[in-house]
């Protein structure tokens, strides 16, 4: 059985650039979801993604978009980078039946700006 | 809203002692209770989770919490502190429409030999 996956593992970009992070979900696993993690901070909820639709979503700006593919794998992208965007994002994917819905992490995406 | 208040950033035992990491959380509706636990450098693990039924909940590496639901606590403990047992503890309830986490900001346990 394969795990969350992300990609790429760390990154640097600037200010006002753009970024795009990859999420292949665990096997059999149909929900993928999206946290922010800024350093010293627990997790944030940026939003989630079932059967290709954005399903629910935190208190997160429109720049922060995402997808999610037919094969469940997803992708978070942040337009016009800001100083506080720095930290590690989280994906995670769970089976979406069932009312636990445990979520499994993968070992994220550290984004530096500068 | 749901919210979780995680007392103490920072806690230090001695190899051996007892664990005693604090949770309060705020829901209302019944909760879905969790703790994950982070090492440096990686991503979240689950330790336990409390759904419904037996309220003492036991999870991996002998840790087990017990959720209280007239205190609104869900506090983890472990007997007998290991080395390897340094690492953040986040607790989390779900909630809401996508049954997404809000964590707790995070215990930092530090095992001092």
């Known amino acids: 059985e394969t795990g969350v996956t992300q990609s790429p593992t760390h990154l640097i970009k600037t200010r006002g650039q753009q970024v795009t992070l990859r999420c292949s979900s665990q096997?059999?696993?149909?929900?993928v979801s999206w946290y922010q993690q800024a350093l010293g901070q627990g997790p944030q909820f940026i939003f989630q993604?079932?059967?290709?639709?954005?399903?629910g979503r935190g208190n997160f700006p429109p720049r922060f978009s995402g997808l999610q593919f037919p094969n469940y794998s997803s992708e978070l992208n942040v337009n016009a980078l800001e100083l506080d965007d720095s930290a590690l994002y989280l994906c995670?994917?769970?089976?979406?039946?069932?009312?636990?819905?445990?979520?499994?992490f993968g070992e994220g995406s550290r984004l530096t700006v500068l | 809203a749901q919210s979780v208040t995680q007392l103490g950033s920072h806690v230090s035992v001695s190899e051996g002692a007892l664990v005693l990491l604090r949770c309060n959380y705020s829901?209302?509706?019944?909760?879905?209770l969790f703790w994950y636990v982070q090492y440096p450098n990686q991503g979240l693990q689950l330790l336990l989770k409390?759904?419904?039924?037996?309220?003492l909940v036991k999870g991996i590496n002998g840790f087990e919490a017990e959720f209280k639901k007239s205190e609104t606590s869900f506090h983890l403990t472990k007997p007998s502190a290991h080395m390897s047992d340094a690492a953040e503890y986040f607790c989390?309830?779900?909630?809401?429409?996508?049954?997404?986490?809000?964590f707790g900001s995070g215990t930092q346990l530090t095992v001092l030999p």
């Open positions: 993604y079932y059967r290709e639709e954005e399903n």
């Open positions: 995670a994917s769970r089976s979406f039946a069932g009312n636990t819905g445990e979520l499994f």
């Open positions: 829901s209302s509706v019944p909760p879905y």
């Open positions: 096997s059999g696993h149909n929900t």
């Open positions: 989390a309830v779900m909630a809401g429409s996508a049954r997404q986490l809000t």
């Open positions: 409390y759904t419904t039924g037996a309220t």
